[in-house]
Nanobody, 137 residues
Framework: QVQLVESGGGLVQPGGSLRLSCAASGFTLDYYAIGWFRQAPGKEREGVSYISSSDGTTYPGTKYYAEFVKGRFTISRDNAKKTVYLQMNSLKPEDTAVYYC?????????????????????????WGQGTQVTVSS
C-alpha cells in the first residue's frame, strides 16, 4: 500500500525556519517524483516545489520551485531513508498553510511532462494527509 506521511510542521515566527519531511512507504521512492503543495484556508491548493525521480541511480533528482519560494525553500531526497524534505527558510505569514507531499511514478512523470507541470496537482497519484505550518508573531 502506498503511503505518504508529512511531519515537521508547527508554529514559527516570521523569518524563522522549518524542515518538513515526507516519509514514503509501500513503494520504492527512487522511482517516483515527489511534489510539495500547500493550501491555506479559503484558497486553492498550489504547487510549491518538486523533485524528479532518481530512477534507480544515485542522481538526487532535478529540483523545481514556484516563484514565490525561490531562494527561500529547498527540496531534497534521501532514498535510503525513503524521505523527501522541504527546508523552509525566511518564512513569511503568507506561507501559513497545510503542506502536502504527493508522489507520481517515474514512467507517468516522463509521459506527461510535455503537457503537465510538475507543480500541477493533476500530475500526482498519491497524497499525504498534510502538516500544518503557521507563521505568526
Amino acid at each position: 500500500q502506498v503511503q505518504l506521511v508529512e511531519s515537521g510542521g508547527g508554529l514559527v515566527q516570521p523569518g524563522g525556519s522549518l524542515r518538513l519531511s515526507c516519509a514514503a512507504s509501500g513503494f520504492t521512492l527512487d522511482y517516483y517524483a515527489i511534489g510539495w503543495f500547500r493550501q491555506a484556508p479559503g484558497k486553492e491548493r498550489e504547487g510549491v516545489s518538486y523533485i524528479s525521480s532518481s530512477d534507480g541511480t544515485t542522481y538526487p533528482g532535478t529540483k523545481y520551485y514556484a516563484e514565490f519560494v525561490k531562494g527561500r525553500f529547498t527540496i531534497s531526497r534521501d532514498n535510503a531513508k525513503k524521505t523527501v524534505y522541504l527546508q523552509m527558510n525566511s518564512l513569511k505569514p503568507e506561507d501559513t498553510a497545510v503542506y502536502y507531499c504527493a508522489a507520481v511514478p517515474h514512467d507517468k512523470y516522463i509521459a506527461t511532462m510535455s503537457f503537465l507541470s510538475g507543480l500541477s496537482q493533476k500530475m500526482y497519484d498519491y497524497w499525504g494527509q498534510g502538516t500544518q505550518v503557521t507563521v505568526s508573531s
